[in-house]
């Protein structure tokens, strides 16, 4: 059996998704060769190159602009272009999917499934096709050629509620979570990780996702990164700060750490492959809320502090967790010192928190997915 997995470079949590059902597959399913192929760089790479960069300029220098375009996507002209420029892109994709010959054609990014459900709409294809939505709110764009889509994995029961509120078969929608890394399962000695990372085992630990891939809200994340660092003098806390693929932030966090005279209860981190293990021996973390790290987190049974979400899905996502008592959003012209000493000193929310991930989490989300599609 030959499967393809569809994923595409905006932001990250696309390719994880793909890279771990990719893992799953290899390491559980034998006779099955599996290839993954980002379907933007092979239909264009001119396009690609352009609309990846222009996604990460707009996310990191224009969120309200991206806002603007993730909303108006759901209707009106932008939704036709989208599907207009998808067949003509979808020719292209025929070549290779005549040359692969894929039995099934599993997608992370919308753009993929709805290239592959207009060629099996016009008879070129014959391959099911499954989509796995990679946020905890749906956009319309999912859906696109939804009828000629076989499988759909979303991430919570409302999720599959709104999917069939827009006429996709209920039949064919699973909620099976986002796919997550097989290392969120696994059983951790947290003394050794505490002792790794020169960390105390009688410390409240937060863990601060503070750079990522666009670096987002620089001065606001500083601000409330600083909130944190002052309650080490007040509180019993301890952080590890992940400033990520971000210079600028890895110093802005150096200087603020410095200034509070916090050394000893601050450790950063430029990049790291740990966050399995970092997760699991932390207390709350605090993180832009997407669909990735917020599965991390709630199969981590974190409680989670949100900051800094992109206008339109990630703004979505944050709401929602925020209405299942899972976060705590800082918006803009909150005071964060208030919030964040509030939360810290109010043991009862949080373990009330934490009870909240647990009915969201989905630690077995691959798993379940390559199960779905493979056992039969």
Known sequence: ???????????????????????????????????????????????????????????????????????????????????RSNKIMAIKLLQLLRQKNPDLIISTHPFGSQMCSYLKRKNKITAKIATILTDFAPHDQWLVGHEFTDYFFVAHDKMKDYLISKNVNKNHI?????????????????????????LSKEKFTVLFFGGGEFGLGKTRTSQIFEDFVRE????????????????????????????????????????TNKVPELMNISNIVVTKPGGLTTSESLASHLPMVVINPIPGQEEENAEFLESKGIAVWIKKNDNS???????????????????????????????DICNILLSH
């Not at 080490?232 to 932030?249: D, E, F, V």
């Not at 410095?258 to 601050?266: D, E, L, P, R, S």
């Open 1 to 83: 059996m030959k499967v393809l997995i569809f994923y595409a470079s905006y932001g990250g949590g696309h390719l994880n998704a793909a890279k771990s059902i990719e893992n799953c597959i290899k390491n559980n399913y034998k006779n099955i060769d599996v290839e993954m192929i980002d379907c933007m760089k092979y239909v264009n790479k001119t396009i690609e190159k352009i609309t990846t960069a222009a996604y990460r300029k707009m996310a990191k220098k224009m969120p309200w602009a991206w806002g603007r375009i993730y909303s108006d996507a759901q209707k009106g002209p932008l939704a036709h272009i989208t599907s």
């Open 174 to 198: 699973y909620v099976t979570g986002i796919p997550i890394s097989d290392r969120f399962k696994k059983q951790y000695n947290k003394d050794e990780i505490l002792k790794e990372f020169n």
């Open 232 to 271: 080490t003098k007040i509180s019993n806390i301890q952080i590890i700060a992940i400033s990520g693929k971000n210079p600028k932030m890895k110093a802005s966090f150096e200087e603020i750490v410095t200034n509070n005279k916090a050394k000893g209860n601050v450790l950063i981190l430029e990049f």
């Open 337 to 367: 010192e208030k919030i964040i000493e509030s939360l810290l000193s109010n043991k009862e929310q949080l373990q009330k928190m934490k009870e909240n991930t647990k009915i969201l989490a989905k630690p077995n989300s691959t798993d």
